[in-house]
């Protein structure tokens, strides 16, 4: 399923609020980004796509995490995966090595797939 379908977004470096809470803005470039938000493929087959304020989304699909290798510290959840992106933006984004290239929930619902070419499949 294409990332842009599953309100995939670029996450900027985490920091902490007021209330020590960790944080990070949504909407910056691959450039500038620590990772990557999209809606989990597996949860979103066969549920409604909707679209609000330019941004599509999967009604019901809960959000995946995917940390860039260097961008974050090692203890920053979730973890332990980081990832080596290519591409220039979420239509091209694709996961490389060295090291993990598919990413594997280890809780809920247990997704294991890939992002290619701006796929999450």
């Not at 920091?15 to 809470?21: E, G």
């Not at 980004?33 to 304020?53: I, L, N, R, T």
């Not at 959000?63 to 860039?68: E, R, T």
Request: net charge negative; charged share 25%.
């Amino acid at each position: 399923m294409r990332l842009t379908d599953l309100d995939a977004r670029f996450l900027g470096p985490p920091y902490k609020d007021a209330d020590k809470r960790t944080c990070y803005d949504d909407n910056v470039s691959i450039a500038d980004a620590a990772g990557v938000m999209f809606q989990c493929p597996k949860c979103a087959e066969g549920k409604e796509v909707m679209e609000e304020d330019g941004r599509r989304f999967v009604v019901g699909a809960h959000s995946v995490i995917c940390w860039f290798v260097g961008k974050v510290p090692d203890d920053l959840d979730p973890k332990p995966g980081r990832w080596h992106p290519s591409g220039t933006g979420l239509h091209d984004l694709t996961f490389v090595g060295p090291g993990a290239a598919s990413v594997l929930l280890t809780s809920g619902c247990g997704w294991h797939g890939f992002v290619k070419d701006g796929d999450a499949s």
